[in-house]
């Protein structure tokens, strides 16, 4: 260790006793503070990312339908970004996680944290892992999320 050191001491030998310039200098400039414009957010459904490792898309839409409450509906489900149901094909291959969609029906108002919180539980006592959670926004009216 001690050579080492001593080996990179002398590498830098040839930068010793130099100078140099001294850099240019400029009013330094600011930008004027970002003002966000403020939105009306309502939250309107939720993606249920759950782990299904087994069974089709369609025993876990026929798992899941009866579990939507509060105003939710389960609107479609999706496996590595394509839709899978309704309307699939049997033939699409799917990974363990799908992504689950309760929504409220178009202009039917915003639901609320504790109603996701109840579907979160009826999903669990049902026996589906869920996984992770997204939740889907109108920003003043138009939604804030890909339709899908």
Do not use: I
């Not at 001593?6 to 030998?13: I, K, Y």
């Not at 459904?45 to 339908?65: H, I, N, Q, R, S």
């Amino acid at each position: 260790p001690a050579r080492a050191k001593r080996m990179a001491f002398s590498a830098n030998d040839d930068f010793r006793g130099k100078t140099y310039s001294k850099a240019s200098t400029r009013p330094l400039t600011t930008r004027p503070p970002y003002k966000r414009e403020t939105s009306k957010r309502e939250l309107v459904g939720v993606d249920v990312f759950v782990c299904w490792p087994t069974g089709t898309m369609e025993e876990l839409a026929k798992k899941l339908e009866p579990l939507a409450g509060d105003g939710l509906k389960l609107e479609s489900l999706s496996n590595r970004g394509m839709k899978v149901w309704p309307g699939g094909h049997k033939e699409t291959f799917t990974v363990d996680s799908t992504a689950c969609r309760f929504q409220l029906p178009e202009g039917k108002g915003s639901v609320s944290h504790a109603a996701v919180v109840k579907l979160l539980e009826r999903v669990t006592q049902a026996g589906v892992e869920f996984v992770k959670t997204e939740g889907l926004y109108n920003f003043d009216g138009k939604a804030g999320f890909a339709k899908g």
